[in-house]
């Protein structure tokens, strides 16, 4: 039997270890070369983070729908923002804009100190939550709010990474951002570019990386 609290980790059929193996080739033919991000995919059961009805394509390097119009991230971008994000060196304190599923929050707390992760719509994070509790990933702090905003309580961070895109970087993360921190975001809206900013103490330096489409970021909260 399985049910909610006792979900398949290691999974069956079309989630089994050989689907998952040829995920990871795939990272690493798309050009991912970080060891430690591609270990961490390797050990992340995604079927867990997906409705059952989809879950026999958790492997596969695709999005997927969640619900409330979400969508979780294809792995090879959860891995190139991961890999950026960890580029500079170790970090201790990141903030995650927008929990959705959880997957991405998953992969970031095997990596670095702690996760601070922030999700508008209040069903999603309850979800992923659950799914991290599973994980036995106690390094993830969770808060229902506007991620737009940061959270400023728990800032400065040296590492920040959102997973919707803005139409403009919000000042807002910027300042939460410490001196040397690196911010990896999505930005733009029907044409999208994903970003590396890292905050120097003369500035901000901004280097582009590639296309992507992630959903829009999204003022104020669902309950
Ligand atoms: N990394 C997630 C991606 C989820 S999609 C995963 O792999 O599952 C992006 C998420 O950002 C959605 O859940 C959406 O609700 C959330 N989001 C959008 N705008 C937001 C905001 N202003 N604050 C917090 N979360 C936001």
Redesign the pocket.
């Known amino acids: 039997m399985v049910g909610a609290g006792s979900m398949n980790l290691s999974g069956i059929g079309m989630t089994s270890q050989r689907t998952r193996d040829r995920l990871i080739q795939r990272l690493y033919d798309q050009g991912i070369t970080d060891h430690r991000v591609v270990d961490q995919i390797r050990s992340i059961p995604r079927h867990i983070?997906i409705d059952e009805a989809l879950s026999h394509r958790a492997y596969e390097d695709t999005a997927l729908p969640?619900g409330?119009g979400?969508?979780?991230?294809q792995p090879f971008i959860?891995a190139r923002m991961t890999e950026v994000l960890l580029a500079s060196g170790p970090l201790e304190r990141v903030l995650e804009?927008?929990?959705?599923?959880?997957?991405?929050t998953a992969v970031l707390a095997g990596l670095v100190g702690k996760v601070f992760t922030?999700?508008?719509?209040l069903p999603?994070q309850q979800k992923a939550r659950q799914k991290l509790r599973l994980l036995k990933a106690f390094n993830v702090r969770f808060r229902h709010?506007?991620?737009?905003m940061g959270w400023s309580e728990e800032g400065p961070f040296d590492g920040i990474i959102v997973?919707?895109a803005p139409e403009n970087i919000p000042e807002e993360l910027i300042d939460q951002l410490a001196i040397g921190g690196r911010m990896v975001i999505p930005v733009g809206g029907r044409e999208q570019g994903l970003y590396i900013l890292t905050r120097t103490e003369a500035g901000v330096e901004k280097q582009f990386l590639e296309a992507v489409r992630?959903?829009?970021?999204?003022?104020g909260v669902i309950r």
């Open positions: 983070f969640i409330h979400q969508t979780i991230s959860v804009v927008g929990t959705g599923s959880g997957y991405q922030v999700e508008r719509i999603l709010s506007d991620g737009g997973t919707a992630f959903v829009p970021l999204l003022s």
